[in-house]
């Protein structure tokens, strides 16, 4: 059955993929080959601004579709995250049907509702939280389901021997090349943790040992804002650093003043 879905999808799409089949498969070499050199003050100065002015969006969502060329070249910088032992152990779900979308936004609701009701006690903190657009489901042009593999190249991955969590670590550290790709791209893109996992592998066909790590709203969008939705509406701010930087020991944090 996923694999009819994905042939559909594939099939939708097959001149695309037909055009961009040969690059993609020469991508990693020739891609390793053309930034191998040194990295130039301007280059350094666009990672940085890529970096600072990565935004999570959930909404100036445009009506505008991501080329596929742009989606392979996005996940392909996901592909190329550090992985525990080199496990590689991502899958990347592409969903753009939108019965499919209702179905996870219906998801979204319901636990969306959960998490409103753990506010009960606290009206004013429930309020502000209603009040939070926390995902672009229907709105973006590409939702997409970034999952954890356990089983790839397994038992023995070098690296996971002691820590199993790295696996799930390594997946994370594509979802934020993906993100970081994505804002290069002039793509926002949201992540959406107020689903059921359960619901999300039942809609998604995802087998039993396979765990939902991200699911991902991207799309073009009108503006990103500067600073993160939760600090403009003063849910939370941004830690100091000398909050976050301890020295030695655990606690032992830096003094502002010697
Ligand atoms: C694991 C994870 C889950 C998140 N889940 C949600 C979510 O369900 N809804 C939402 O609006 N934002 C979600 N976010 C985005 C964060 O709220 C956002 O990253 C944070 O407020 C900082 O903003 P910035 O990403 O724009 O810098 C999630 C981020 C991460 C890393």
């Given at each position: 059955m996923v694999k009819l879905k994905i042939n559909l999808f594939i099939n939708f799409e097959s001149t695309y993929i037909a055009s961009i089949k040969n690059k993609l498969l020469l991508s990693s070499n020739s891609l390793q080959t053309k930034y191998r050199k040194q990295i130039s003050k301007y280059e350094r100065e666009g990672f940085y601004k890529i970096l600072f002015s990565r935004r999570d969006v959930r909404?100036?969502?445009?009506?505008?579709d991501i080329p596929l060329t742009t989606i392979l070249r996005i996940i392909n910088a996901a592909h190329h995250a550090p992985s525990v032992g080199y496990s590689q152990p991502w899958n990347f779900i592409l969903i753009k049907e939108e019965q499919t979308r209702m179905k996870i936004k219906n998801s979204f609701l319901r636990e969306h509702q959960k998490a409103i009701r753990l506010l009960e006690n606290n009206k004013a903190k429930q309020n502000k939280y209603k009040s939070l657009?926390?995902?672009?489901i229907l709105e973006s042009n590409l939702n997409l389901c970034v999952t954890y593999d356990?089983?790839?190249?397994?038992?023995?991955?070098i690296g996971k021997t002691?820590?199993?969590e790295t696996g799930i670590y390594s997946v994370c550290c594509a979802i934020q090349n993906l993100w970081l790709a994505a804002r290069a791209e002039e793509i926002g893109m949201g992540w959406v943790s107020i689903i059921s996992n359960r619901e999300l592998k039942k809609i998604l066909e995802i087998p039993k040992y396979i765990k939902p790590i991200a699911y991902l709203c991207l799309g073009y969008v009108s503006e990103f804002s500067q600073t993160p939705d939760l600090e403009k509406s003063k849910w939370l701010k941004r830690l100091a650093l000398n909050e976050i930087i301890y020295l030695?020991?655990?606690?032992?944090q830096v003094r502002k003043n010697g």
């Open positions: 909404s100036h969502f445009i009506k505008k657009k926390l995902e672009g356990y089983t790839r190249f397994a038992p023995f991955i002691s820590i199993p030695e020991k655990w606690g032992n």
